[in-house]
């Protein structure tokens, strides 16, 4: 079954990234990219929407929140007729940004309060259909994330499992929600148990915030309670799929810095030198 939807949540307040984050939205934060053959700044929300774009997605809802107006402003089209010939990359890059745009059903659902992550994934349940889709967090830096969104969308169609989703190894994952699996292969596992914030860690395997979900999980978010940070955790809703014996598998990603959360400084910082690296050594 073909995948083209995606949910991308961006409605968190970023308070970790103040005062930077007081009136610009974490996800407008700019990023390194290559593109037409020059090394560019672009807002990871862009990126990721590109990304995901080529990889075949064509629906988009994200969903938003207060002080998140310039996202929808950056995804709205304007003249660029008005260009001058030394500013033909600028325009190259625009050009391919709102044809894709034009070419993309995007929707904007809005949250009028952060009450966790799979509360954000349950202002989408109903305009999203009987169809599996992705959810792709609006502030995860992802590495090479065409290869890594197309290779979750094979495994998926290959195994069709409930839920699949991308893992990556935490030396301290107190902080993430954190698996323990059974090894299908060197890199594929079946998730046997997952919880939020755990004080006492089963794994070292954290959850990245890429995943593809059946939407059973509407009726697992329907059931479940606020949990850490008296918010309504998604890792708790997959956990309600697993006791109900449903297949919820996991892919990890090869490398450390293949997925960065760039909520706080220090993580920012590393994407944006992880970007910049990476920019430099890429041909087009």
Known sequence: MMINTAIIPVAGLGTRLLTLTKDTPKEMVPIFTRSFNEITLKPLIEQIFLNLYDSGIRNFFFIVGKNKR?????????????????????????????????????????????????????????????KPFIVHAGDAFVRDNVNHIKKIIKIYEESDPEILFYVKEIR??????????????????????????????KSNLAVMPIYIFKPSIFDALLKTKPGVGKEIQLTDAIQKIIKSKKSVQAIKFPAKNDCIDIGTPENYYLAISVSYKDSIKKKD
């Open 70 to 130: 310039s996202i929808e402003d950056h995804f709205t089209p304007e003249s660029i007729h008005g260009l001058k010939k030394k500013d033909k990359n600028y325009k190259d890059l625009l050009e391919d940004f709102y044809d894709k745009i034009e070419k993309s059903n995007i929707v904007w659902i809005n949250q009028n309060s952060p009450r966790g992550f799979g509360a954000a994934v349950l202002n989408a349940k109903e305009i999203v259909g009987s």
């Open 172 to 201: 301290n994952p107190k902080s993430y929600g954190v698996v323990k699996i059974s090894k299908i292969n060197s890199f594929h596992f079946n998730v046997l148990d997952i919880e939020e914030k755990p004080i006492h860690p």
